[in-house]
């Protein structure tokens, strides 16, 4: 079992930054390759990064690659989710994902995930 506790969501302004946080526990946590996906109001749920067991290999998502970075904490066991430059768009619910396996071609949505965190609001505006 895999359990994800997300936080560092809020209002930023355009072009601003902010850290997503995944506390992650449970038995298999160690296992797991995680990933942070959105859900915008009225959009279906779309995957944003993706992130391997190895704590190292990541995949994005073309609408935030180069702007997004997600990284492992090994020893305190939280994934990050380092926005920057971030626009109006980014705006949604973000939740953090886990799934005791890892292909990195297919990792942003080509399989489902099995644990899911209950998701931090992210709202950009001026």
């Known amino acids: 079992q895999v359990y994800l506790v997300e936080s560092g969501g809020g209002l930023v302004q355009p072009g601003g930054s902010l850290r997503l946080s995944c506390a992650v526990s449970?038995?298999?946590?160690?296992?797991?390759?995680l990933a942070w996906f959105r859900q915008a109001p009225g959009k279906e749920r779309e995957a944003v990064s993706c992130l391997g067991p190895d704590g190292t290999t990541t995949n994005y998502a073309d609408s935030v690659k180069g702007r997004f970075t997600m990284f492992r904490d090994t020893v305190e066991n939280i994934v990050y989710l380092q926005m920057d430059n971030i626009r109006p768009e980014d705006t949604a619910v973000y939740y953090c994902a886990g799934v005791l396996f890892w292909v990195r071609s297919r990792c942003l949505g080509g399989y489902d995930y099995d644990y899911w965190g209950q998701g931090t609001q992210v709202t950009v505006s001026s």
């Open positions: 449970g038995a298999a946590a160690v296992y797991s390759s």
